[in-house]
């Protein structure tokens, strides 16, 4: 029985990965490095899920010598950045999300985050986006640091399953990513994916739906029917 649903956040709540682009760079700037991040090399840097570990792995890869102590000085700047960008509005839900989250509601399903981003990010989103606070919407929220090691790995998903209290075969998960596809398969959660702006060229192999849009004609009649063909 469907009792869940579980929504990764950057790419499938909202796009939001050119604010946390800005914010990565706008600190970079007030930091005086020398480091700009280009969509075309962000594309390729996302591939590392997490933004303290998206540093590190940018600058091992530039043989630039950086600390974790740096990364973590460098991030909470970021997320303070992210919030203001956020704050600033024009972030959307991207289409079919506010129907679905209120039809599954409806039905009675709990619903659940599982993100690589902090809990601070999830929240801005949601009064941005809702006028809400994050636990006013979603009935358990895991993220990021809360887990040993962040997506692909299945340990954000396994947390969120923890937090609910069901079996994975009772949840369904909603991803934008080949690494957020890889993460709810490895702990047994069927999984949608919306490609999104950074997505859209992955290999979504092992996604048991791969949907253009979340704008659906009947959401009341996909759920109850676990999402046939379109
Ligand atoms: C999103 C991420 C995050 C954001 C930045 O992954 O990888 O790292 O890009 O957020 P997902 P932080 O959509 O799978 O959650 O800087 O807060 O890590």
């Known amino acids: ?41 962000y594309r390729e840097l996302l591939k590392t899920t997490g933004g303290k570990e998206r540093m590190l792995a940018f600058a091992a890869r530039e043989g ?15 997320t303070a950045r992210y919030a203001t960008l956020v704050d600033r509005g024009g972030l959307e839900l991207r289409p079919g999300i506010a129907e679905l989250i209120d039809k599954a509601r409806a039905h009675g399903l709990k619903l659940a985050v599982a993100t690589t981003t902090s809990p601070q990010n999830v929240d801005q989103l949601c009064h941005s986006c809702w006028g809400r606070a994050a636990t006013e919407v979603f009935d358990t929220i895991a993220a990021g640091d809360q887990v040993a090691q962040k997506k692909p790995a299945p340990d954000v998903y396994q947390l969120a399953l923890q937090q609910l209290g069901l079996p994975a075969e009772d949840t369904i998960a909603f991803e934008d990513t080949a690494n957020g596809v890889r993460s709810a398969r490895a702990a047994g959660i069927r999984v949608v994916v919306t490609p999104s702006m950074y997505s859209g060229a992955e290999d979504f192999t092992g996604a048991d739906w791969i949907l253009p849009t979340l704008a659906r004609a009947n959401w009341t009649a996909d759920l109850a029917s676990l999402l046939p063909a379109a």
């Open 1 to 41: 029985t469907l009792r869940a649903l579980i929504f990764d956040v950057d790419g499938t709540l909202a796009e939001t990965e050119e604010l946390h682009r800005r914010a990565f760079n706008d600190t970079f700037a007030v930091e005086g490095l020398a480091w700009d991040w280009d969509r075309d090399g």
């Open 64 to 78: 630039i010598d950086f600390s974790t102590e740096e990364a973590a000085r460098l991030h909470k700047i970021k």
